[in-house]
């Protein structure tokens, strides 16, 4: 099949953008991709490939925008139940330790996702999961990390391989059980450190091996905040997991900046993620390392926060900046990346094109997936989108709906209505 | 058709909210509505209404939220071209002048809606339409403006009238000739507000009698801000717009406070709008009148600024609240309602409840429908939202994505696509 426009095709070849190198999109006006079966074949000007495959099956794409796919690499999109009376409350005026009071809080939808079945988690799920591919999204990373304790972690993360096996969209799974001190720890928060070093990760070791034996392991993920998971509970936590062979990522700076950032580029983790309250020293390291710093601009927005990841210097210091939606019941539940571009742009002051970049090639490394995903080359996989608009810079400027019209995943073709009909 | 819900039926019912009343959303657990043609014949609980109906066909929107149609009051919503590369200059750091120099602002708009022909404003605004009304819009204003010519002007007219008939939203007329100084009377701008006065506005109602003589007056409109028209120049062509009969609304205090809220109030207009930059003098004005105080919040948003209309203020004052989109191509390209609930939520501290019934029975009021649009009463048009939401506290809590389900206009159901399908 070949994809056409007399638009703009967005390839963002090259490989991850780091620092000014960001929003690198190797446009080809009125360009053109070959997809054969899952994969991407070539690539170049419509006269060229016209020429090259004259008897190719086409896809029109008329004057529409033609790019890679989203991929969200931070996401908690499996969990129960809602806290939609918790947003009131906050809106309302109430103080978090009274909406905690009132049952509120991380823990509530923990205790949610505990009495959930399998079959109610997957159920749950799978909607946010059609809203993320409608949107664009064609790879999104997911966490455990409303269980913390063994048996709910292991079926959250069944239910994930169920998801990824049903859904047209991939996931990039991530085990965080040091998401939050179990509740059954409350006294002895070391306690539950030691459990998540010494008893599940490697128990998770063995049930990959035995439930996903041709996945790669999953990224081992945690919460390095004051209240959560202090640096050196981190560290051991991580160390533990890099033994393993566990691929690693951090939370870090979301509220105090504790270190995490400097601890994942030390530990060579794949990204750190939130970085709000980062250290220049942290973003120094993280430009001295391969690990990408992930920004996700809806925490604060969802909150009604001001403070956002600082970018710009992220960019300056020379290291790879992608963006996420963080999509999770409690601070913003949000699915949509083209969301996240149009707020990056306003609040951390990206063009476009940054912010598309940090949403394709860049988000793709932060997951470790830019080898297959993530641009528009030939041997990758043909992920690909068809925007509705003539110009790519409508993402960021126009915000509030979906700008996407067609998602082409591995290849396959799936159109997205925006639009209604009339049933009655 | 009898329409029920499992879940909550949000009425809104009792007339327009001000102050503190903002927010009474009349639920009905497992509410229903009877629905006879384009009009809402009874509400109760599916219970009542299945017993003294029982051979209606029903309509079974399950634990899915039913309300309102959304009434959005205040577009900008027809024009030609976009400003997108003006986006990118402006997050990239270039000086609003230097932008100006380089072509942008809205003149560039103007340049390229007086260039536009009938059929090409129609057919440019359609898919505008189209996503309002997917987005649960049943009702918005519309106001001309990107003309500043009289033949112009009077084409936007004709394409809003047009665009009207066939469009299943319906459309609240408002001319915006005084939306800036026109180009030709850069050097003179007291000729122009004498043109709008003396010469537009009686044209408009000989104009309006012959091609719309079933419909009520349009609104008139003046945009009351330093270097657009002053308060003696607004108050001119206001007057002069009141003493022909048209009905009146602002543009008041986006960038500066120049009196333009109790301006409106002292002469009765349905609302002023923007009101960011308002003193406390004018929404005393507005609480003691009966001119709607309507939040673009989307605009300070959309320009990337922190400073959102005093809403606790006007909520505490007693004056009437209400929201709206804003939609146009410089500051704010969003024409989803429910993302102005949101964003009013986080930047203005309202409860869901009460940017509800700000997006509502409110919005209804500042263009004057709330006798027949904006609640789910006996009488009114059927003009009914499905959410796919078990409470209605989602909308707001949750944003980026559409969660309408069903949109019923006049009693036609309108299903909104929001998944996809595998169409290669």
């Known amino acids: 099949m070949l994809i056409h426009s007399s638009s703009q095709l967005l390839t963002l070849a090259g490989g991850p953008q780091r620092g000014h190198a960001l929003g690198s999109l190797g446009i080809i006006e009125k360009g053109a991709v070959l997809v ?62 009274d909406i905690l009071a009132a049952g509120g809080g991380i823990i509530s939808t923990v205790k949610a996702t505990r009495t959930a079945s399998l079959e109610m988690l997957i159920a749950q799920t799978r909607p946010r999961i059609l809203r993320m591919f409608a949107h664009g999204t064609t790879t999104a990373e997911a966490k455990t990390g409303y269980g913390l304790q063994t048996a709910t972690e292991l079926r959250l993360l069944k239910a994930l391989l169920a998801l990824d096996d049903e859904s047209p969209l991939d996931l990039a799974i991530t085990f965080l059980g040091a998401h939050a001190i179990a509740p059954e720890y409350k006294e002895n928060p070391q306690g539950y450190v030691d459990e998540v070093s010494n008893t599940m990760l490697p128990m998770l070791k ?30 051991q936590i991580l160390t533990k997991a890099k033994e393993l062979g566990f691929p690693l990522k951090i939370h870090a700076d979301e509220f105090d900046n504790l270190g995490g ?109 830019a080898d297959s995903i993530g641009s528009i080359e030939a041997g990758k996989d043909a992920d690909i989108l068809i ?22 995943k591995r290849g396959r073709v799936y159109s997205v209505d925006m639009g209604y009909y009339r049933t009655a």
Not at 219 to 224: A, K, L
């Open 36 to 97: 054969r079966d899952e994969k991407i074949l070539a690539v170049g000007t419509t006269d060229e490939l016209k020429a090259a495959y004259p008897d190719e099956p086409t896809l029109d794409a008329g004057g529409c925008v033609v790019m890679p796919g989203f991929v969200d690499p931070h996401t908690h999109l499996i969990w129960a139940g809602d806290r939609a009376n918790e947003f009131e409350m906050k809106m309302g005026g109430m103080a978090y330790l």
């Open 206 to 235: 063995s049930w990959w091996e035995t439930h996903a034996p041709r996945l790669p392991l999953p990224f081992v993920d945690v919460f390095c905040e004051n209240k959560a998971f202090d640096l050196a509970q981190s560290r």
């Open 261 to 369: 950032a400097s601890l994942a580029a030390e530990l060579g983790a794949a990204s750190a993620d939130h970085l709000v309250k980062t250290s220049d020293a942290d973003i120094l390291a993280l430009a001295k390392s391969d690990t990408v710093a992930v920004s996700l601009p809806c925490t604060p927005f969802g909150l009604a926060e001001c403070q956002y990841t600082p970018a710009k210097k992220i960019i300056e210091a020379d290291a790879f900046l992608a963006l996420a939606t963080d999509c999770n019941p409690g601070t913003t539940w949000n699915e949509s990346m083209q969301f996240v571009i149009a707020l990056a742009c306003r609040a951390m002051k990206l063009t476009p094109a940054q912010a598309i970049a940090a949403s394709t090639i860049n988000s793709a490394h932060a997951i470790r997936r």
């Open 387 to 408: 925007l509705s608009v003539p110009d790519y810079r409508q993402l960021g400027y126009r915000y509030g709906t979906n700008l996407v019209k067609q998602v082409i």
